[in-house]
């Protein structure tokens, strides 16, 4: 504003100086009305284009305010923009620093919760490690009892013993009197012929084919030796034929007429079995006296032993 204000008084002087020098140029008392009147509008149009150039100034010197007033606006808006944005950021990292110091008081509660379960931790496989000694010690202390346990038991069931005595038995058929298979465990002996029927300690059956004498020995058995006893007034050729089995091992065959029978297992081959059988497959009557099986145990499915 003051610029304008310089520039107007400027163009005044301008004019009161082209006013002085038209004076100047004529003699006094020699002043030419005409010359006078054209002075006056020349010194008018020279005023009125000041006065037009002096508005536009003004004008021009208002639209240099206008703008230098918005563009301070729009920096105090960015200003002002800039610092609410500075604010907000500030505010979120405030934020985000509280929650993480947050966080990190709560991984160093959570560290330290950890550390002390694992200090507890330590000492419960300690008091273990103690228990698991002792345990191991009472383990060994056991498998020492075991083993004479076991040795003393290797030595009770390995007697080879008479385990036929008074088992369960059965046979296929019967000849029609009362010879049972119960005759043939009962350790009775009767050789002569000549005695009552009803004391005959003899088994028979019928002569058809297939005839079988079955002894259930209650257990599972290694068996050594079974012995048969023949009939001894009679007959005694009907045995032949006859086939022993272990279970479902065969152990022997009758091939000649024989008294006794001894059908022995070999001591490097062993046989365990739960049952005997006597099985004639000839069309031959079974005549027994008497069958004892040798053997030793009762032995477990698992039984070391065995």
Same mark, same amino acid.
């Given at each position: 504003?003051?610029?304008?204000?310089?520039?107007?008084?400027?163009?005044?002087?301008?004019?009161?100086?082209?006013?002085?020098?038209?004076?100047?140029?004529?003699?006094?008392?020699? *002043?030419?009305?005409?010359?006078?009147?054209?002075?006056?509008?020349?010194?008018?149009?020279?005023?009125?284009?000041?006065? !037009?150039?002096?508005?536009?100034?003004?004008?021009?010197?208002?639209?240099?305010?206008?703008?230098?007033?918005?563009?301070?606006?729009?920096?105090?808006?960015?200003?002002?923009?800039?610092? &609410?944005?500075?604010?907000?950021?500030?505010?979120?990292?405030?934020?985000?620093?509280?929650?993480?110091?947050?966080?990190?008081?709560?991984?160093?509660?959570?560290l330290s919760g950890i550390t002390n379960r694992l200090?507890?931790?330590?000492?419960?496989?300690?008091?273990?490690?103690?228990?698991?000694?002792?345990?191991?010690?009472?383990?060994?202390?056991?498998?020492?009892?075991?083993?004479?346990?076991?040795? &003393?038991?290797?030595?009770?069931?390995?007697?080879?013993?008479?385990?036929?005595?008074f088992k369960m038995s059965d046979q296929t058929s019967?000849?029609?009197?009362? &010879?049972?298979?119960?005759?043939?465990?009962?350790?009775?002996?009767?050789?002569?012929?000549?005695?009552?029927?009803?004391?005959?300690?003899? !088994?028979?059956?019928?002569?058809?084919?297939?005839?079988?004498?079955?002894?259930?020995?209650?257990?599972?058995?290694?068996? *050594?030796?079974?012995?048969?006893?023949?009939?001894?007034?009679?007959?005694?050729?009907?045995?032949?034929?006859?086939?022993? *089995?272990?279970?479902? &091992?065969?152990?022997?065959?009758?091939?000649?007429?024989?008294?006794?029978?001894?059908?022995?297992?070999?001591?490097?081959?062993?046989? *365990?079995?739960?049952?005997?059988?006597?099985?004639?497959?000839?069309?031959?009557?079974?005549?027994?006296?008497?069958?004892?099986?040798?053997?030793?145990?009762?032995?477990?499915?698992?039984?070391?032993?065995?």
């Amino acid at each position: 504003m003051k610029i304008l204000v310089l520039l107007v008084a400027l163009a005044l002087c301008d004019v009161c100086l082209t006013a002085t020098n038209l004076t100047a140029s004529k003699p006094p008392g020699r *002043y030419d009305p005409l010359d006078i009147v054209e002075t006056s509008y020349k010194m008018r149009e020279e005023a009125n284009k000041i006065r !037009t150039e002096a508005f536009e100034l003004v004008n021009r010197a208002l639209e240099i305010k206008e703008e230098t007033i918005a563009t301070r606006e729009a920096t105090l808006s960015s200003r002002s923009e800039l610092e &609410r944005s500075m604010l907000e950021t500030l505010t979120l990292v405030n934020t985000h620093t509280a929650a993480t110091a947050q966080n990190i008081a709560q991984i160093k509660s959570s560290l330290s919760g950890i550390t002390n379960r694992l200090d507890s931790l330590e000492e419960k496989v300690r008091i273990l490690d103690g228990k698991v000694d002792s345990e191991q010690l009472s383990v060994m202390e056991m498998r020492k009892d075991l083993t004479k346990i076991k040795n &003393r038991q290797e030595q009770t069931v390995s007697e080879v013993r008479l385990i036929s005595l008074f088992k369960m038995s059965d046979q296929t058929s019967h000849d029609g009197t009362h &010879r049972d298979s119960d005759l043939i465990v009962d350790g009775q002996f009767m050789f002569d012929r000549n005695v009552l029927e009803s004391m005959q300690a003899y !088994t028979k059956t019928d002569a058809n084919p297939g005839n079988k004498l079955n002894i259930d020995l209650g257990g599972l058995f290694r068996i *050594y030796r079974v012995k048969v006893w023949n009939v001894r007034f009679c007959c005694q050729e009907r045995f032949i034929g006859t086939r022993i *089995y272990a279970d479902d &091992r065969m152990i022997g065959v009758a091939l000649q007429a024989k008294a006794i029978y001894s059908f022995d297992v070999a001591e490097g081959d062993p046989t *365990y079995s739960r049952k005997i059988t006597l099985h004639q497959e000839l069309g031959k009557n079974l005549h027994v006296l008497e069958v004892q099986v040798w053997g030793s145990g009762p032995y477990a499915e698992d039984d070391l032993f065995a």
